[in-house]
């Protein structure tokens, strides 16, 4: 399988919150996240990313898990999800975890693979990710 590495620029394109009553400090939100990848991997520099993540939080400390869809120009997306620990610190937020492809058409149907990611708010709707990993294509796994 390639490796591959990359990083996101996104802004928090929607975002919907609430306070929760069951305990002091408790946050769930919803949020959309749109922007561009970068990545000496040629099948991934430029492609657009969106994601989907819901965040669970009690004194800054929590969860977050969603979806992502990267769209490469004319040769089809890709698909998937990911989780992660939530951390607050001297009022910066991280999320670190790992993602995974579930699917995509085009070049990328049947894709397997995923790795880890490491995403840093810079400001309440502009946030950077770096993320590394490994993918087979599904015409590579059929030789």
């Not at 970068?38 to 965040?55: E, H, P, Q, R």
């Not at 939530?86 to 397997?112: L, N, Q």
């Not at 995403?119 to 770096?130: G, I, P, Q």
Request: hydrophobic content about 30%.
């Amino acid at each position: 399988m390639p490796s591959i590495t990359g990083s996101f620029s996104g802004k928090i394109t929607k975002q919907s919150a609430m306070q929760l009553t069951d305990q002091p400090n408790h946050d769930l939100s919803i949020a959309e996240v749109s922007g561009t990848q970068k990545s000496a991997d040629a099948l991934w520099n430029d492609s657009k990313m969106t994601y989907w993540g819901i965040t669970d939080v009690v004194n800054g400390e929590g969860t977050q898990r969603g979806y992502y869809h990267n769209v490469h120009a004319d040769k089809g997306r890709d698909w998937g999800t990911f989780e992660g620990k939530v951390t607050s610190a001297g009022g910066a937020v991280s999320v670190e975890g790992t993602w995974k492809f579930t699917g995509g058409d085009g070049e990328y149907r049947g894709i397997t693979g995923g790795g880890k990611f490491k995403t840093v708010m810079k400001s309440e709707t502009d946030l950077e990710c770096s993320w590394d990993g490994s993918y087979e294509l599904a015409k590579a796994q059929t030789r």
